[in-house]
Structures are given as structure tokens and as C-alpha cells.
């Protein structure tokens, strides 16, 4: 492993390695935000030395993602298996993926008769079980563990309710619990709020309807703001807030009744059951919670199904305009039997309730100034208090896509969101993968790897309107890192040889949105395959980062990298050194995007006796700069489209640049 582990971490790998040995299985119940992730590394590291493999179950896709990158940065062979991913890959030396996931493949492979248990147990003699407080009844990672009985185990949770105990030590073993008052000392500094998120897949109904709502609004004209309005409402409030707006007599409803009621859909949103789990979860670790909707019909039925909680809701209305009527729920709040409040736009500000501990974000907002005046009187510290902040999101909607800023408005204000943004950082799961599935849908229709922009755009669009949201859609989806895209070599080959050929004495060349080929993610090593010219390893020795441009960084982050990047530049580094000095920047700034463009001027091609002056122009991102992978592959793009230029060019006086630096080099090493 790369990262020293702390003491308290060293502790609980120690403890948690003896009981194994001895028990089959050991659970290690942590805090949340004190890296339980690198415990179950570290634990996996023993047994992997002796060559035996791991499967990691995490709970959502969002974890995979990036459970599987800690592992590759640690320097473990490692794939990610969900419902997402199209390639997967059950043979790696780690297999990080989701307990539904891991349930069919070992109901296909094994089947469930006698010795099933004894052979999936051979094929993953070591498993790694995050979130193992799901481990009851008949929940996946329940069945899952029915599997795997003889396998050695670890179990990590920072919530192992007191109800739950039993049956999780009958399937995995033994449980540790630390608490913050143990961990003092030992290398960790207690927080005063924790972040955390729980997603909340839809149902497939509501996925056909999502699906459907999407292609309205992106190859559609006349209703497509109707279409993204009810893209919002069904992502983030559920199908109970779409058939409460449908039932009003607005325009809206009437698209809606058009457009969307064909379809059955649940009467309950897709929510609730991600709810229960949070109450569930938490139960023991809070006094109070506080829940936030922006539909009252939601607020409504919440205050029905949590009933027990005695919750209080302040939803708007009379009580919102009545002092009174206010001040008398506020007390209906403070009350200590109540333990549930449930709060619309109404309830934005003023509620000065202190012994809130756990706040959840049901329908949450990117708006910073909105979420600060959400949280209120409860974001504050409280004396000897760890508070939560949970938000449940939609994964693969425009609902996650609104989740970043808030957590990093929540890291701003010193709340631990150490546990979703690490330092290794991941690929958003939003809207994004919609157009990515539109990508692959069209390439794989016209047999490319890495479809044309023009190509895509005449599949898609058929206004200019529709072309530019098209566009806003594929920059977007380039920007999360769900599409990436890159200049075909080739094409431009074949572009500045027309040109010469047809006597010009000067080509100028700008690559933009419309010359690129975009691929979804999941196909980038394909496209790498089929377009070999269009990618280089070799060393950057040009500057293609004079142009370079960092959004939501602090300027003198920007400028100490700026410094770093020439440096790299100046000895010749790889485009995997540049990407991972880019990345470095989520370290200090989560949403840091990069963006720059490869410029040659005035570069003098040799034709038949006579010079040819060239000008080309290629712009790439803006990118996540966390999106490691994506930022090689484009740094790759440019590194191939240089070697095209440099070797075609005799002299030039916008491409010496990487010769000066050469010269610079070979002086310094003779000196």
C-alpha cells in the first residue's frame, strides 16, 4: 500500500486480522469519516500477498467507483462491477461491485445446490464488506454472505445497530465497535458534522419514463422546458410530486397528462425506501432529525409513514404567515418526544432548533446561499456532538448532478466529507450518462468507435436549437466525465493534405466541438484501440499548457500548479505525469475543472520546393480535474496531434519550443 495507515487504523487491522484467524470473519465498527476504507485494504493486502483474490461489496455505484480507485492507487489489480458498466471483469485480483451485482453472478455461476457454497467460497476466498449493516434478512448482502460462508470476512460499518448485531455476527463475525473518545490520541480529530450519501436507484418504471422525459426535452422543441421541469421534479422529489403537478390545472399538468401518465407509475417516490434505511441506519445516533422536501404532498406522506416519529411539519400555508401559528410548531418541535420534523421551502430559515443532529436532504439544492439557510441553527457545532448531514440522491439524474456543490459548500463550512470526496476522487454518476448512452446508441448504429460530432448531430437534432442543447449536453457530459472525446489524426491529415494539394501556401485548422469524436466512457480503450494515431505516450516537450485554464480553484493553487506543470514540461514528462499533477488539484478543490488548448503557429511545411505555413488550433475541456483518466486520454490526443505537426514541419517559429527545451536539457546534463 502506498498510504501509512493510522494508529487507530493499525489498531482495528490488527484486531480485526486475529479474530479472522480465529472466527472466519470480524466486523470493525468505525466513525464515519475516519477511513475505513484503507482498513479493509490494508486487510485485503494480507491475504492478497498469498495470491488469493477479494470481492468488495459496496452499496451503491458511487462507492464502487471509487472504492475501486482507492484500491487501484494503492497499487492493487482492481475492476468495478454494477449495473452501469457494460465490460465486467470477474477475474481481477479484486473485484469492488454492488451485493445485486454480486447475487446474480453467483446465482448463474454456482446455481444454489449442494456445494455451491464450498465453490463460490474457492473463487473469492476473501471478502470485504462495506456498509455490512445491510447484512440481514433478505437483503442482497444477506445473500450474498449465504455464498460465501467459507470465506475469511470483514465487515465495515460506522453503524451496526444493537437489533442487528446478531444476525450480522452470524454472517460475518465478531463485532469491535471504537468510538470517538478511543480514537483520541491515535491520529484522529474528531469532526463536528459528517456527510454522507445514500442513493436511491429508480424503479423501472420510472426509469422508462426518465428516459423518455430526457429525449423529449433533448431532440424536442417546442415542450422540451416542460420536459426538463419534470426531469428535475421526478429525479429529485419522486413519481408521488410528477402526479401532484399533473393534477393541477396548469399547462405543465397538461404536457404531463400527454407525455408521461401512459405510463404506470408508483404511487410512492423512490425515495422512501432510502429514507427508512437513513432513520434505520442512524438509529441510536441521534435525538432529532430533520427532514427537507420541497413538495408538501412528499412532507405529507413522510409525516404518514414515519408516524412513530411523531414528526411536526412545517410545509407553508397558514402556518408559515402566522406568527403565531409558527412560534406553536417550532415548540411542537423542541418537544422531546418529537422526533421527526419534516420541512418545505418554508421551513428554509429560522429554524433555530439546536439539538437537530441529523439532517437529511431528500430534495437537496445546489444553491450554497439555499443550503446554509436549510441548515439553519443546526449547522452549527453543539458541545460533545457529532451531527450528520445525509443527502439522497438519484444516481444518473440531474439530482446527482446537484450534489457537488453542496458538499463542497458543507466542506467549506468544516464539515467531514472526507468519505465521498477522497483523495482519489471519482466520476460524477449524473445526467451525464444519458447522453453517454446516446453516444454509444449511435455509434454502435453506424458500426464506429468514436462517432463524429456531425454524425451525432444529425442523428440527434434537427434545429439549431436542439443542436446547441445537443452540444451544452455533450460538453457537459465531457466536463462529469461520462463522455470523452478526442481529434482523429487522420482526419486532420487528410484535411491539411487537401489543402496543400490544392496549392494553398497557408492552412489554418481550428478543432472544436463539431471536429471531435465522442465516445462514453466505457468504450475510451476501445476507441484507443481502433484510433492508434490518434494517441502518444511520448513526452510532452512542447507547452501545451500555455493556455491552460482552471475554474473553482484558488488562484494560488492555480499558480503553484502553473509553476509545477512547466517544470514537468521542461524535463519532458508523459501526459499520465501531467494528468496526475491536473489531478492533484481535487486534493484542495473537489469541482477544479482544467481546460487548454494546443496552438502551433506559423509552422513551415517543406511540399515539392515550396513552404506551406500551417496554423492550428485545437481546444480541449473543460474536464473534472479528478477525472484522472479522462485528462490522459485528452492530454494523449494532443500529444499525438503535436507529433503530426512536429513531424511534418521543418522550422517553425511557433513549434521550436520543444527543441530550445531539448538543447536546454542536453547543456544541462553535459554541465
Same mark, same amino acid.
Not at 190 to 217: D, N, S
Not at 387 to 404: E, M, N, S
Not at 432 to 445: Q, T
Given at each position: 500500500?502506498?498510504?501509512?495507515?493510522?494508529?487507530?487504523?493499525?489498531?482495528?487491522?490488527? %484486531?480485526?486480522? !486475529?479474530?479472522?484467524?480465529?472466527?472466519?470473519?470480524?466486523?470493525?465498527?468505525?466513525?464515519?469519516?475516519?477511513?475505513?476504507?484503507?482498513?479493509?485494504?490494508?486487510?485485503?493486502?494480507?491475504?492478497?500477498? $498469498?495470491?488469493?483474490?477479494?470481492?468488495?461489496?459496496?452499496?451503491?455505484?458511487?462507492?464502487?467507483?471509487?472504492?475501486?480507485? !482507492?484500491?487501484?492507487?494503492?497499487?492493487?489489480?482492481?475492476?468495478?462491477?454494477?449495473?452501469?458498466?457494460?465490460?465486467?471483469? %470477474?477475474?481481477?485480483?479484486?473485484?469492488?461491485?454492488?451485493?445485486?451485482?454480486?447475487?446474480?453472478?453467483?446465482?448463474?455461476?454456482?446455481?444454489?445446490?449442494?456445494?455451491?457454497?464450498?465453490?463460490?467460497?474457492?473463487?473469492?476466498?476473501?471478502?470485504?464488506?462495506?456498509?455490512?449493516?445491510?447484512?440481514?434478512?433478505?437483503?442482497?448482502?444477506?445473500?450474498?454472505?449465504?455464498?460465501?460462508?467459507?470465506?475469511?470476512?470483514?465487515?465495515?460499518?460506522?453503524?451496526?445497530?444493537?437489533?442487528?448485531?446478531?444476525?450480522?455476527?452470524?454472517?460475518?463475525?465478531?463485532?469491535?465497535?471504537?468510538?470517538?473518545?478511543?480514537?483520541?490520541?491515535?491520529?484522529?480529530?474528531?469532526?463536528?458534522?459528517?456527510?454522507?450519501?445514500?442513493?436511491?436507484?429508480?424503479?423501472?418504471?420510472?426509469?422508462?419514463?426518465?428516459?423518455?422525459?430526457? $429525449?423529449?426535452?433533448?431532440?424536442?422543441?417546442?415542450?422540451?422546458?416542460?420536459?426538463?421541469?419534470?426531469?428535475?421534479?421526478?429525479?429529485?422529489?419522486?413519481?408521488?410530486?410528477?402526479?401532484?403537478?399533473?393534477?393541477?390545472?396548469?399547462?405543465?399538468?397538461?404536457?404531463?397528462?400527454?407525455?408521461?401518465?401512459?405510463?404506470?407509475?408508483?404511487?410512492?417516490?423512490?425515495?422512501?425506501?432510502?429514507?427508512?434505511? #437513513?432513520?434505520?441506519?442512524?438509529?441510536?445516533?441521534?435525538?432529532?432529525?430533520?427532514?427537507?422536501?420541497? !413538495?408538501?404532498?412528499?412532507?405529507?406522506?413522510?409525516?404518514?409513514?414515519?408516524?412513530?416519529?411523531?414528526?411536526?411539519?412545517?410545509?407553508?400555508?397558514?402556518?408559515?404567515?402566522?406568527?403565531?401559528?409558527?412560534?406553536?410548531?417550532?415548540?411542537?418541535?423542541?418537544?422531546?418526544?418529537?422526533?421527526?420534523?419534516?420541512?418545505?421551502?418554508?421551513?428554509?430559515?429560522?429554524?433555530?432548533?439546536?439539538?437537530?443532529?441529523?439532517?437529511?436532504?431528500?430534495?437537496? #439544492?445546489?444553491?450554497?446561499?439555499?443550503?446554509?439557510?436549510?441548515?439553519?441553527?443546526?449547522?452549527?457545532?453543539?458541545?460533545?456532538?457529532?451531527?450528520?448531514?445525509?443527502?439522497? &440522491?438519484?444516481?444518473?439524474?440531474?439530482?446527482?448532478?446537484?450534489?457537488?456543490?453542496?458538499?463542497?459548500?458543507?466542506?467549506?463550512?468544516?464539515?467531514?466529507?472526507?468519505?465521498?470526496?477522497?483523495?482519489?476522487?471519482?466520476?460524477?454518476?449524473?445526467?451525464?450518462?444519458?447522453?453517454?448512452?446516446?453516444?454509444?446508441?449511435?455509434?454502435?448504429?453506424?458500426?464506429?468507435?468514436?462517432?463524429?460530432?456531425?454524425?451525432?448531430?444529425?442523428?440527434?437534432?434537427?434545429?439549431?436549437?436542439?443542436?446547441?442543447?445537443?452540444?451544452?449536453?455533450?460538453?457537459?457530459?465531457?466536463?462529469?466525465?461520462?463522455?470523452?472525446?478526442?481529434?482523429?489524426?487522420?482526419?486532420?491529415?487528410?484535411?491539411?493534405?487537401?489543402?496543400?494539394?490544392?496549392?494553398?501556401?497557408?492552412?489554418?485548422?481550428?478543432?472544436?466541438?463539431?471536429?471531435?469524436?465522442?465516445?462514453?466512457?466505457?468504450?475510451?480503450?476501445?476507441?484507443?484501440?481502433?484510433?492508434?494515431?490518434?494517441?502518444?505516450?511520448?513526452?510532452?516537450?512542447?507547452?501545451?499548457?500555455?493556455?491552460?485554464? &482552471?475554474?473553482?480553484?484558488?488562484?494560488?493553487?492555480?499558480?503553484?500548479?502553473?509553476?509545477?506543470?512547466?517544470?514537468?514540461?521542461?524535463?519532458?514528462?508523459?501526459?499520465?505525469?501531467?494528468?496526475?499533477?491536473?489531478?492533484?488539484?481535487?486534493?484542495?478543490?473537489?469541482?477544479?475543472?482544467?481546460?487548454?488548448?494546443?496552438?502551433?503557429?506559423?509552422?513551415?511545411?517543406?511540399?515539392?520546393?515550396?513552404?506551406?505555413?500551417?496554423?492550428?488550433?485545437?481546444?480541449?475541456?473543460?474536464?473534472?480535474?479528478?477525472?484522472? $483518466?479522462?485528462?490522459?486520454?485528452?492530454?494523449?490526443?494532443?500529444?499525438?496531434?503535436?507529433?503530426? &505537426?512536429?513531424?511534418?514541419?521543418?522550422?517553425?517559429?511557433?513549434?521550436?519550443?520543444?527543441?530550445?527545451?531539448?538543447?536546454?536539457?542536453?547543456?544541462?546534463?553535459?554541465?
Amino acid at each position: 500500500m502506498r498510504t501509512r495507515l493510522r494508529p487507530y487504523q493499525r489498531e482495528a487491522l490488527e %484486531w480485526a486480522l !486475529r479474530v479472522a484467524e480465529l472466527h472466519g470473519g470480524a466486523v470493525v465498527s468505525l466513525p464515519t469519516g475516519t477511513g475505513k476504507t484503507l482498513v479493509g485494504i490494508a486487510f485485503a493486502e494480507h491475504y492478497l500477498r $498469498r495470491g488469493w483474490r477479494a470481492l468488495v461489496l459496496v452499496p451503491t455505484r458511487f462507492l464502487v467507483e471509487q472504492m475501486a480507485k !482507492r484500491f487501484r492507487y494503492e497499487g492493487f489489480d482492481a475492476s468495478m462491477i454494477h449495473s452501469g458498466v457494460r465490460e465486467r471483469d %470477474w477475474s481481477r485480483q479484486v473485484v469492488v461491485t454492488t451485493p445485486e451485482s454480486a447475487l446474480s453472478y453467483l446465482q448463474q455461476r454456482y446455481g444454489g445446490g449442494p456445494g455451491a457454497a464450498e465453490r463460490a467460497s474457492r473463487e473469492f476466498p476473501v471478502v470485504i464488506v462495506d456498509e455490512c449493516h445491510h447484512t440481514v434478512g433478505r437483503d442482497p448482502f444477506a445473500q450474498v454472505m449465504t455464498y460465501l460462508q467459507g470465506s475469511v470476512k470483514l465487515g465495515l460499518s460506522a453503524l451496526v445497530p444493537r437489533s442487528r448485531a446478531e444476525e450480522i455476527e452470524r454472517y460475518i463475525g465478531p463485532i469491535r465497535r471504537w468510538d470517538f473518545a478511543e480514537l483520541q490520541g491515535k491520529g484522529y480529530e474528531k469532526p463536528y458534522m459528517i456527510a454522507e450519501v445514500y442513493e436511491a436507484p429508480f424503479r423501472p418504471e420510472e426509469e422508462a419514463v426518465y428516459a423518455h422525459l430526457y $429525449r423529449l426535452w433533448l431532440e424536442g422543441d417546442a415542450d422540451s422546458h416542460f420536459a426538463a421541469l419534470a426531469l428535475t421534479t421526478l429525479s429529485r422529489d419522486g413519481a408521488d410530486a410528477l402526479l401532484d403537478s399533473a393534477a393541477r390545472p396548469t399547462a405543465f399538468a397538461s404536457f404531463l397528462r400527454s407525455a408521461v401518465l401512459g405510463t404506470p407509475m408508483p404511487p410512492e417516490p423512490h425515495k422512501l425506501p432510502a429514507l427508512e434505511s #437513513v432513520l434505520s441506519d442512524y438509529e441510536g445516533n441521534y435525538e432529532k432529525a430533520l427532514v427537507f422536501v420541497n !413538495r408538501r404532498c412528499t412532507a405529507e406522506l413522510i409525516g404518514r409513514r414515519f408516524s412513530h416519529l411523531n414528526p411536526v411539519k412545517i410545509v407553508g400555508g397558514r402556518e408559515a404567515a402566522d406568527p403565531r401559528a409558527r412560534r406553536s410548531l417550532l415548540e411542537e418541535a423542541r418537544k422531546p418526544e418529537t422526533r421527526l420534523i419534516i420541512a418545505t421551502s418554508a421551513g428554509d430559515e429560522g429554524i433555530d432548533i439546536p439539538e437537530v443532529d441529523l439532517l437529511v436532504f431528500w430534495s437537496h #439544492v445546489s444553491s450554497p446561499l439555499r443550503l446554509y439557510q436549510r441548515l439553519g441553527r443546526a449547522l452549527r457545532p453543539a458541545p460533545n456532538r457529532i451531527k450528520y448531514a445525509v443527502f439522497i &440522491v438519484t444516481p444518473g439524474t440531474r439530482d446527482y448532478d446537484a450534489l457537488p456543490e453542496s458538499l463542497v459548500a458543507l466542506a467549506q463550512e468544516g464539515i467531514d466529507v472526507s468519505g465521498i470526496f477522497d483523495d482519489v476522487g471519482s466520476e460524477l454518476l449524473g445526467e451525464g450518462l444519458l447522453i453517454a448512452r446516446k453516444v454509444r446508441e449511435v455509434a454502435r448504429g453506424l458500426g464506429v468507435s468514436g462517432v463524429a460530432g456531425e454524425a451525432l448531430l444529425g442523428a440527434l437534432a434537427q434545429s439549431a436549437r436542439v443542436r446547441r442543447r445537443v452540444m451544452r449536453e455533450l460538453e457537459e457530459g465531457a466536463r462529469a466525465g461520462a463522455v470523452y472525446y478526442f481529434y482523429d489524426v487522420s482526419e486532420v491529415y487528410s484535411q491539411l493534405q487537401a489543402e496543400i494539394d490544392d496549392g494553398a501556401a497557408e492552412v489554418y485548422i481550428k478543432l472544436g466541438p463539431s471536429s471531435r469524436r465522442y465516445v462514453a466512457k466505457e468504450e475510451a480503450e476501445e476507441a484507443e484501440r481502433e484510433h492508434p494515431e490518434s494517441f502518444s505516450s511520448a513526452p510532452l516537450c512542447f507547452d501545451p499548457l500555455r493556455d491552460l485554464r &482552471v475554474g473553482g480553484a484558488p488562484g494560488h493553487v492555480e499558480h503553484a500548479l502553473r509553476v509545477e506543470l512547466l517544470r514537468m514540461v521542461a524535463r519532458g514528462a508523459a501526459p499520465g505525469e501531467v494528468a496526475a499533477a491536473l489531478h492533484s488539484l481535487a486534493k484542495e478543490a473537489p469541482l477544479a475543472t482544467v481546460r487548454w488548448r494546443l496552438r502551433v503557429e506559423a509552422a513551415v511545411l517543406p511540399v515539392d520546393g515550396r513552404e506551406v505555413e500551417l496554423e492550428l488550433l485545437a481546444d480541449y475541456g473543460p474536464f473534472l480535474a479528478r477525472n484522472l $483518466r479522462q485528462v490522459e486520454f485528452a492530454l494523449r490526443n494532443t500529444a499525438a496531434l503535436w507529433r503530426l &505537426v512536429s513531424g511534418l514541419a521543418s522550422d517553425s517559429r511557433g513549434i521550436g519550443l520543444c527543441d530550445r527545451l531539448l538543447r536546454a536539457r542536453a547543456l544541462q546534463a553535459a554541465g
